[in-house]
């Protein structure tokens, strides 16, 4: 499975290394390189991160001419304007949206619903940045602190320990429910975060066929 990690600059680390780390950490269980991961920038080279932590990519949006099985957007502790990441989102949006699982984490919606890829789909995202989500973007139905949530092939999460559930359920999806269980098991050292995860990995929180239907505005769970 080829899985890219889109980065820009001002991005959230935890929301890269988490999900990062559960892939490569399915690929110790499995005792094979079932996730292929690229790193992919605007740039080869270092991204700057939000914390000033600067990591390298792999490949560039320019030369980056694979075809991915997952792609995943992290969010940035501050959205930014419509002007900002536009070859990120002119990339996103030649995106193969038929067979590629496509996800985001907490405010990473931003730029996926400005590449049209949620249009008339549902994404979830923090309650602080729900209603501009659903203003700028009146196609996107979005559902505020979700945890996670799937639509599709489109997959959200509202923060960062839901964007591990998130990778999880995904391994889940692939690998089956006892990997994915370890995993949980491996990664998350406290009890309570661990029962969190596994809740979201075994509750398919999939939208119901009249959600969809519903008016494309904020709405509470």
């Known amino acids: 499975m080829r899985v890219a990690m889109m980065l820009y600059a001002g991005f959230q680390l935890l929301e890269v290394s988490g999900p990062m780390d559960v892939f490569e950490e399915a690929n110790r269980v499995c005792g094979e390189r079932f996730y292929a991961q690229h790193v992919i920038g605007p740039t080869r080279g270092p991204v700057m991160c939000s914390n000033g932590t600067a990591v390298r990519t792999?490949?560039?949006?320019?030369?980056?001419?694979?075809?991915?099985?997952?792609?995943?957007?992290?969010?940035?502790?501050?959205?930014?304007?419509?002007?900002?990441?536009r070859e990120l989102v002119s990339w996103l949006g030649g995106v193969d949206r038929t067979t590629t699982k496509i996800a985001c984490i907490s405010n990473g919606a931003f730029l996926l619903a400005?590449?049209?890829l949620a249009d008339h789909?549902?994404?979830?995202?923090?309650?602080?940045?729900?209603?501009?989500?659903?203003?700028?973007?009146?196609?996107?139905?979005?559902?505020?602190?979700?945890?996670?949530l799937k639509d599709g092939n489109l997959y959200s999460s509202d923060g960062v320990s839901a964007g591990v559930g998130l990778a999880l359920t995904l391994?889940?999806?692939?690998?089956?429910?006892?990997?994915?269980?370890?995993?949980?098991?491996?990664?998350?050292?406290?009890?309570?975060?661990?029962?969190r995860v596994k809740d979201l990995v075994t509750q398919k929180r999939t939208l119901l066929a009249c959600e969809s239907n519903a008016s494309p505005r904020s709405r509470s769970r």
């Open 171 to 195: 391994v889940e999806e692939d690998l089956g429910v006892d990997v994915a269980h370890c995993l949980a098991e491996t990664l998350l050292a406290h009890t309570h975060v661990k029962d």
């Open 58 to 85: 792999t490949e560039s949006l320019r030369d980056s001419r694979t075809s991915f099985d997952i792609v995943t957007v992290p969010g940035s502790p501050a959205v930014g304007s419509a002007r900002e990441h």
């Open 114 to 116: 400005r590449a049209g």
């Open 121 to 148: 789909r549902s994404l979830t995202i923090r309650e602080c940045d729900a209603h501009r989500l659903a203003r700028d973007f009146p196609l996107v139905h979005v559902v505020p602190d979700a945890g996670w």
